[in-house]
């Protein structure tokens, strides 16, 4: 993920490339470039632990209605 020395670097080389005339200019692509991969690379991973969770959920209550639905044609018996 994106950590916050990152965001920080980016605000910074983003609001001060071009400060006076007399400066350097910074190239930022490969900045730029790092944090798309890192913010993609989050994302992918964000999915990937969102869709694990509710997996989780989902079989958990599954379980729960198919014990309950025992416990009911227990009862009925």
Not at 45 to 70: G, P, S
């Amino acid at each position: 993920m994106i950590n916050f020395k990152t965001v920080f670097a980016m605000a910074l080389l983003s609001g001060s490339t071009v400060v006076n005339a007399d400066e350097i200019l910074v190239d930022t692509t490969d900045l730029h470039a790092s944090i798309s991969a890192q913010l993609a690379e989050g994302l992918t991973q964000m999915q990937q632990d969102l869709n694990d969770d509710l997996n989780a959920i989902l079989i958990a209550h599954e379980d729960e209605q198919l014990k309950t639905e025992a416990v009911s044609a227990q009862l009925a018996e």
